[in-house]
């Protein structure tokens, strides 16, 4: 993990990540929206492909105490 930023003006905490397996440093995606298997009522997070490999993982704060994503 390389940052953890509060977005508090949409109650959303980012982690940014080195992607290790990255393609190559100009590659970028658009936000995905993945919903967290198991969770009830679901959990989504968001999941988005910066430039220089940076891996973006947005999590609503009332979700930080759910499920893990990755349990």
Known sequence: MKEIM???MVNVMLYIFDY???????MKTDMEIIPV???SPVV??????EEN???????ENKDLM???LFE
């Open 6 to 8: 509060p977005l508090s």
């Open 20 to 26: 290790k397996n990255c393609p190559g440093p100009a």
């Open 37 to 39: 298997n198991g969770t």
């Open 44 to 49: 989504e997070i968001g999941a988005q492909l």
């Open 53 to 59: 490999c940076e891996l973006n993982i947005y999590i």
């Open 66 to 68: 759910s499920t893990s």
